[in-house]
């Protein structure tokens, strides 16, 4: 994770902020080390939930399949459109980015959190434990569940949902299943790409008389592409979004805080802004840079974040001192996990990597809730003896 933002930073910005990460690394391991000595023979109780709750195996499998579905359908009716599809049948390319920032322009929280819960946590929890427990469902559910991130229009959602089964496969050496799973989700984000795209799949001047229609410009000078020179640049933009964005996206954090904008003093934590007083809006950093730095963008009414790695954000609030609690909170929270899973390795591994990686772009809190961190792991003690049930 360190590694991957950092060379992003460097790339953009030199080795003019590289003592930011340095100072964090160094926090996190010394933390860490810490705590798994003083840790060393604290077990947790283990507890049944299912058993608890009266749960049978079957029920419990019905219930997660449906949910999912349902959802599916009921979220996709409520939008009143798939995105995916309309963002297709338009070479507009503002008009594609309106259509992706729609998505989550509607006032109902509920949904959001559900739709956030569900792509993030659930169906990923539940791709992982059918494809062991159930197989049937597995590639009944398959299908939907690529739709679903499909729709959603997010390149991450594709792959995300697909990385947990992924990397379990793989652990267990079961090759062909892992390269099925990454094949999906390279395929689905070539696709999105695709589809966002519209010099990829229109010439010019088709674009231009699209964007004409609607009253705007297309100011677009670079050659016309052909086939193969249109997946090259596909995989370009891939290639950047995954090791030099998230690095890239940090430096302007870095270079604005707190030169431009102050250290927010606790009052860019969304959750507290509201107890110490403050207005969090005026210390939304993620959409306040974003502003800043795709002026363009902002004026033609969009709406965006520029998401930084989960301590980036404890640096804007408290600066150098953010970085130490930082490393401290990871470093106590990568613990706990590991005294959850207790010798569950590989459930860990497929369960917990992926959002590792996601706190490259990511608070730890807003992962954790609607980033679907922590139901999953309720997923998981849930459907933990259907789980040890299945290898048996």
């Known amino acids: 994770m360190l590694i991957l933002v950092a060379t992003g930073l460097v790339y953009g910005f030199g080795l003019k902020h590289l003592d930011k990460i340095l100072f964090y690394s160094f926090s996190f391991f010394v933390f860490y080390f810490l705590f798994s ?3 060393r023979n ?43 599809i309309s963002a297709v049948n338009t070479l507009d390319y503002y008009k594609i980015a309106f259509i992706r920032q729609d998505i989550n322009a509607h006032n109902s929280t509920l ?22 427990a159930n197989k049937k469902l597995f590639w009944i559910i398959v299908p939907f569940a690529i739709f679903y991130a499909i729709s959603l229009m997010q390149k991450s959602l594709i792959v995300s949902i697909m990385i947990p089964t992924g990397i379990y496969a793989f652990i267990n050496r079961q090759y062909w299943k892992s390269v099925f799973t ?36 297309y100011s677009d ?107 401290l909170i990871l470093a106590l929270y990568f613990i706990l996990l590991n005294k959850l899973f207790n010798n569950n390795s590989k459930w860990n591994l497929s369960l917990n990597l992926l959002f590792v990686f996601w706190l490259t772009s990511g608070a730890l809190s807003t992962l954790l809730f609607s980033g679907g961190w922590v ?15 299945a290898k048996n």
């Open 182 to 217: 990454a094949i999906i989700a390279i395929a689905g984000v070539f696709v999105l790409v695709y589809a966002t795209n519209p010099s990829l799949r229109a010439s010019k001047a088709e674009i231009e008389a699209a964007m004409k229609k609607s009253g705007k410009v």
């Open 111 to 132: 949904i959001k959190y559900i739709s956030a819960f569900m792509i993030k946590g659930i169906i990923p929890f539940a791709l992982l434990y059918f494809s062991v």
């Open 42 to 84: 604290h077990k947790l109780k283990e507890i049944n939930l299912s058993n608890k709750l009266h749960i049978t195996k079957n029920v419990a499998e019905l219930s997660l399949f449906f949910s999912i579905i349902v959802f599916i359908f009921f979220h996709l009716i409520f939008l009143g459109h798939v995105p995916f």
């Open 221 to 327: 000078s670079s050659e016309e592409l052909s086939t193969g020179a249109s997946l090259l640049s596909a995989s370009d933009a891939i290639y950047t979004r995954v090791f030099l964005t998230t690095g890239l996206v940090m430096g302007h954090w870095f270079e604005n805080i707190p030169s431009v904008y102050p250290y927010a003093h606790g009052c860019g934590y969304h959750f507290l802004a509201p107890a110490l007083g403050c207005n969090y809006d005026d210390y939304d950093y993620s959409r306040i840079i974003y502003d800043a730095t795709y002026v363009k963008e902002a004026k033609l009414g969009l709406k965006g974040t520029v998401t930084v790695a989960s301590f980036v954000y404890d640096y804007a609030n408290f600066g150098y001192f953010g970085l130490i609690y930082s490393g």
């Open 37 to 39: 000595f003083l840790f």
């Open 375 to 389: 139901i999953t792991l309720i997923l998981y003690y849930v459907y933990k003896p259907f789980i040890t049930e």
